[in-house]
């Protein structure tokens, strides 16, 4: 018996989409290396810390930060890796892509509201900036690929030949 393979070409919105996901990625990319390396630091992990009432904020601040930052090194790269968008139609950086923004856009509401909070007090709403962008455009963007996947019934907005 024969194999089939479905062949694909690209639609109007192919290239409008690899664009999208480029663009994004790189300020996804940015946006989250200032959240991470900027903004967090263990004194704001600290008076987080102290708002929710943790034992030994001092104490605990450096680990906390530490493994904050190794969570944000992971959302760098699984942005960083949308730049590919450009030049890549691969269906495992489709769903690497959707997967990093559908799981950063969780972001408000995994991380604790004290850090939200501590972040305001510190730098005032420039500081909360950056995560509104790369949360919020993470919601938007998802949107976009699972509007696409289910319009052309694949990834990226490709028709069936």
């Known amino acids: 018996m024969k194999k089939t393979t479905r062949q694909f070409s690209d639609s ?3 290239r409008k989409l690899q664009l999208t996901i480029f663009i994004c990625s ?5 946006g989250t290396a200032i959240h991470n390396f ?9 008076t987080m810390m102290q708002m929710a009432g943790v034992a030994d904020p001092a104490g605990e601040a450096s680990g906390f930060t530490f493994g904050f930052r190794i969570v944000g090194c992971i959302y760098i790269i699984g942005n960083a890796l949308g730049i590919l968008a450009l030049n890549s139609r691969s269906k495992i950086l ?3 892509i959707l997967v990093i923004n ?8 995994m991380i604790p509201s004290s850090m939200w909070t501590a972040v305001n007090n510190v730098y005032g ?17 998802s949107f976009i690929m699972i509007v696409s996947m289910f ?3 694949t ?6 030949v």
């Not at 990834?155 to 069936?160: D, F, G, S, V």
């Open 102 to 109: 559908i799981t950063q856009a969780t972001g408000p509401i």
């Open 151 to 153: 319009k052309f019934r």
């Open 94 to 96: 489709w769903w690497v």
């Open 155 to 160: 990834t990226w907005a490709q028709k069936r």
């Open 38 to 46: 900027v903004i967090i630091n263990p004194p704001l992990i600290e």
């Open 26 to 30: 790189i300020i996804f990319t940015i």
């Open 125 to 141: 709403v420039i500081g909360i900036l950056p995560s509104v962008i790369t949360d919020g455009g993470a919601i938007i963007l």
């Open 12 to 14: 109007t919105v192919t």
